[in-house]
DNA sequence: CGGTTTTGACCGGCGC
DNA sequence: GCGCCGGTCAAAACCG
């Protein structure tokens, strides 16, 4: 084993320790709560506004129920007219039932969202701890890929049981980012389109190399 | 010609 | 074990 996947190895635990993201999205969707639980997600954010484009706003999130100490919340509709926040729950007081879309779903399909057994909730953490954060969120949405900030190339569609319409899996172009996100249409209503993001980005969305100073700062918060 | 998509094969985890 | 299933690989096709 190379030390060079052994400290991609050190990277993942890190990770799994804080999960920041911004997530960038278009006005046009409509980001709606998955359903695992009623508990809104809070939406925080160090960011500087002006850096954002009008077409383009920002959310930053974190799934974590303390905040960072620099974090702060915000109402995210007033901060950037026209945006919504994505609405994710978590599912017990310091796990996030949205970090994994097939526990989420299977929760659903079991009518006992809250019931999971305990048994099965250790399962799910000691599996998880091994993982990239990861997110999800659906949104009602012509195209299946929305349009992030990010350039993905895809490697995989895959046919899941019990669901009309194939998954998607992509992985960020990017030298050395690992980043990978799947899509999938829902198969109780086709115009929801649910993204799962898993893993941080190690640079900044590449909208086509006008690479200004506010990318640069807003870098350490990037997935 | 280089990057991306397609698609069947392959593989590993999990439940029985 | 064995089979199912979801995720990934990789060769071929596609495309600008």
Not at 43 to 70: E, G, Q
Request: some cysteine; proline content about 7%.
């Amino acid at each position: 084993m190379s030390s060079a996947s052994e400290s991609m190895i050190n990277q993942s635990l890190l990770e799994d320790q804080e999960m920041f993201g911004i997530f960038p999205f278009h006005t046009n969707f409509t980001p709606l709560p998955l359903g695992c639980n009623n508990q809104p997600f809070k939406t925080l954010a160090n960011i500087n506004p002006s850096s954002l484009t009008p077409d383009l706003p920002l959310s930053l999130f974190d799934h974590h129920h303390s905040l960072a100490p620099k974090q702060k919340e915000l109402d995210f509709p007033a901060h950037f007219p026209g945006s919504q926040i994505l609405s994710l729950q978590k599912s017990t007081p310091n796990y996030w039932a949205f970090g994994d879309l097939s526990d989420c779903m299977n929760m659903k399909r079991s009518g006992d969202h809250l019931g999971v057994s305990p048994m099965k909730m250790k399962k799910i953490k000691a599996r998880r701890k091994m993982r990239e954060p990861r997110f999800c969120f659906k949104t009602m949405s012509d195209v299946d890929v929305l349009d992030d900030g990010y350039k993905w190339r895809k490697y995989g569609q895959k046919v899941v049981k019990d669901t009309l319409h194939p998954r998607s899996y992509y992985r960020c172009t990017q030298d050395n980012c690992r980043v990978k996100k799947r899509v999938e249409r829902l198969a109780e209503d086709p115009r929801m389109v649910i993204t799962t993001y898993e893993g941080r980005h190690i640079h900044s969305p590449s909208h086509d190399d006008e690479d200004s100073q506010a990318s640069a700062q807003l870098n350490n918060f990037f997935w």
